[in-house]
């Protein structure tokens, strides 16, 4: 124990010790606290937003109830429409457009109203009806059931269509029927229409009835338990606030996720004053000791370094006046290792130079054996039914293997590998004639630019295996153009689903971390090594997915002149 307290490894541990669990507790009392403030006040904010909204819908509709029962003493071409004769069709007409002027102008004060319609039985004219051919039933029906007073009803009421939920009100007057329908989704999505959608977790609202059946188009929720309603109810990370609106009698619900729940960064401004001015206490205080214990030997170190990288590898360092035991070991180690590095250097370089070599070779044979056993049973299936396609089969292996068995170089002509991929297409068009349609271009004069080979054959084989269109077809375009002097480009491009969220975030994982995802397949991964190894940072392969489907795979190669 003793033995380690003097060397720096200890001697550093014990400070780090005694910095980080205060910190580290403080932060964590502290996040804890901020964080169940933060999310009080979110649900607070949700309640009152939500008593808001409610306030607000029943206002709207005490007006809109108003305003459609005055219609008719404000606008006597209503009622005159009823006895006034239609065989004057000049009259007639008149009375239809002032009642449609009418109505157009209340739509524009209230536009999430879908319709407001005007019934009269006897002339079966229905003014507006093919707004929504399924409502307009539905107000029919509702319309003869009516019997007794002109005012048989003057309730909102809900009805389920194919299209979703509508809210109808319907009033009889004499000779007629007058009232409006309205989309639950677009009542919703005018109440709330203040809410900001540009953030990432867009706020989930909802309308549903007493019963807790959700009456707004919502994926994967359909109905809320009725014990929610009325109440600020958490489940499974999340809240469930509810509140009741009078008119039309319903509930409007609002669902925070656990990402709106989530700390705001301004939380933070407050504690981390505090942390801060601690911190800065604290690393003082390291500073001062790792000063101390490391950075006066580790600068004696250095200056011998900087000798070495100079290029005197002849020199050797001093004994240095550190204060731990490991400087000494450094010194005796580091002054062995660069005896034997002046032998080892040209061994170590030729060694490099096989092992990127034999890696190379690696890859691209990788990507070769796997269209052996397809082609065979390609060739097996035509040898006995179509002599003609059993020659033009053998013909394009015998030239597909050929070109695999003699690349020896690791470069090949860009056309070469076009030719090669258009045999290989050409057999695949032998297996699916109907289901595969491809389309090779390749630019004017850039047909003779070296790449290496086998480059472009497993993301082929990635789009005949999953780029099936809705009619499970199979488009794949290849082109390669040159983008500006001495870059070039070749893109693959099917019509098919495109790559998934998870390999994208694979590739992009490994781009920056060059550490293989299980989910990278080994077709891409031998690309992105092989490009790697041949172009270091003068090659980039970008996958994405078009619009409005298709996945794209795109290789930019920056040529040297030479290769030019």
Not at 247 to 259: D, F, K, Q
Not at 461 to 472: F, R, T, V
Request: glycine share 4%; proline share 3%.
């Amino acid at each position: 124990m003793k033995h380690f307290i003097q060397t720096l490894t200890g001697k550093i541990t014990i400070v780090i010790l005694l910095i980080v669990f205060p910190v580290i507790f403080m932060v964590y009392q502290n996040g804890r606290s901020t964080r169940q403030n933060w999310q009080e006040q979110q649900i607070t904010k949700a309640e009152d937003d939500l008593a808001l909204y409610v306030s607000s819908m029943d206002h709207i509709f005490d007006i809109l109830e108003e305003t459609l029962l005055y219609l008719p003493i404000n606008n006597n071409s209503f009622n005159q429409l009823v006895t006034f004769p239609q065989s004057d069709t000049q009259r007639h007409w008149s009375l239809l457009i002032s009642i449609k002027e009418q109505i157009s102008s209340i739509k524009e004060i209230y536009p999430f109203m879908e319709n407001i319609f005007v019934y009269y039985p006897e002339q079966n004219l229905f003014l507006n009806e093919k707004v929504n051919l399924e409502m307009t039933a539905v107000i029919r029906k509702q319309a003869e059931n009516f019997s007794g007073s002109a005012a048989s009803s003057k309730l909102w009421n809900t009805v389920s269509t194919a299209n979703g939920y509508y809210l109808y009100w319907l009033y009889k007057r004499d000779g007629y029927c007058l009232g409006s329908w309205i989309s639950y989704d677009a009542l919703l999505s005018y109440i709330c229409q203040n809410e900001s959608t540009a953030a990432a977790d867009t706020p989930t609202y909802l309308l549903t009835d007493f019963a807790g059946n959700v009456l707004t188009t919502q994926d994967g929720i359909t109905v809320i338990p009725r014990e929610y309603l009325g109440a600020t109810v958490e489940k499974d990370g999340q809240f469930f606030i509810t509140c009741q609106a009078l008119h039309p009698g319903v509930y409007i619900a609002r669902i925070l996720g656990t990402a709106e729940l989530g700390l705001s960064p301004h939380w933070y401004s407050s504690s981390f004053a505090a942390v801060t001015v601690l911190a800065l206490l604290l690393v003082i205080c390291v500073v001062l000791c790792i000063s101390h214990w490391v950075l006066t030997p580790v600068k004696e170190l250095t200056q011998g370094i900087e000798e070495i990288a100079s290029g005197n590898i002849e020199h050797r360092l001093q004994n240095p006046s550190g204060t731990s035991l490991e400087f000494e070991k450094i010194e005796t180690e580091f002054n062995h290792m660069m005896d034997q590095l002046k032998d080892m250097q040209i061994q170590i370089y030729q060694q490099e130079l096989e092992q990127n070599e034999t890696k190379l070779r690696y890859l691209s044979q990788q990507i070769q054996p796997h269209f052996i056993l397809n082609s065979l049973n390609t060739l097996y299936t035509y040898s006995n039914r179509d002599v003609e396609a059993t020659r033009k089969i053998i013909r394009l292996l015998s030239q597909y293997y050929r070109y695999v068995v003699n690349i020896e170089s690791r470069y090949v002509n860009l056309g070469q590998e076009l030719d090669h991929i258009e045999n290989f297409l050409k057999l695949q068009k032998i297996r699916f004639p109907r289901k595969l349609d491809y389309e090779i271009l390749c630019e004017d004069g850039i047909d003779i630019v070296p790449i290496p080979p086998f480059l472009l054959e497993s993301f082929i084989g990635n789009s005949l295996k999953y780029g099936q269109d809705e009619q499970e077809k199979i488009m794949i375009r290849i082109q390669a153009v040159q983008v500006e002097p001495f870059v070039i480009r070749i893109s693959v491009q099917d019509q098919g689903e495109g790559f998934s969220p998870e390999i994208l975030e694979a590739i992009e994982e490994y781009h920056k971390t060059h550490v293989k995802n299980e989910l990278l397949g080994t077709g891409i991964y031998n690309c992105i090594e092989r490009l790697n190894l041949i172009y270091q940072d003068r090659a980039q392969i970008r996958c994405y997915n078009a619009l409005p489907h298709g996945a794209v795979v795109e290789i930019t190669i920056h040529l040297n002149q030479c290769e030019n």
